[in-house]
């Protein structure tokens, strides 16, 4: 027994269908393919995948949710400044992420550790306050600063654009 001599086992191989070969091989005329359509085509089998798109876009599964590149501002309430502020002192940004008031949120993108960058702030008006405090860095909403500024304490924020409707932005470009 040599290299040369083997042979496979009878049956172990099947001789490949010879198509369009003529009339008498009986696989002549339309080539086992069937009379015209799609798939009678010369690379009509691989343009097949269109024809049930969009049952398959429907059956994948999809990923809710959004993520705005525009991150929302760290928000805490008037109550926190009472408990953390003695009256007289001065609220900052970096005062309130030093004194643990609010924490800094973690990018994702970043990685687990890194910061996000410009991190906002926002005071809202839940809460009582009783101590004169001054305020800036910190973005404000109108009912705190009406309870800050009734107390006698005072604002330095930037004050806030009011958000336009559709119709007042169009007359203005007219």
């Known amino acids: 027994m040599e290299l040369h001599t083997l042979r ?3 049956g172990a191989s099947k001789a490949r ?15 086992t393919r069937g009379m015209k359509g799609q798939r009678a ?19 994948i599964p999809k990923t ?13 309430n008037l109550d926190a400044l ?14 309130l ?3 643990g008031v609010v924490k800094e ?7 687990k550790d890194a910061p996000v960058l410009g991190t906002r702030v926002k005071i809202l008006s839940e809460g009582k306050l009783s101590k004169k405090l001054t305020i800036t860095q910190c973005e404000v909403s109108a009912r705190a600063k009406e309870k800050i500024e009734a107390v006698g304490g005072t604002v ?16 203005k470009k007219k």
């Open 8 to 10: 496979s086992f009878k």
């Open 17 to 31: 269908k010879r198509v369009g070969r003529g009339l008498g091989s009986s696989h002549g005329t339309y080539s």
């Open 41 to 59: 085509r010369s690379g009509g089998s691989k343009g097949l995948k269109a024809r049930g798109l969009k049952n398959f876009l429907l059956r």
């Open 64 to 76: 809710g949710g959004f993520r705005s590149i525009h991150p929302k501002p760290l928000t805490l």
């Open 82 to 95: 009472e408990k953390f502020y003695a009256s007289g002192d001065t609220v900052t940004r970096t005062n």
């Open 97 to 99: 992420l030093e004194k």
């Open 105 to 111: 949120k973690k990018s994702a993108r970043r990685g």
């Open 156 to 171: 330095e924020a930037k004050a806030m654009k009011p958000k336009q409707k559709k119709n007042q932005k169009q007359e």
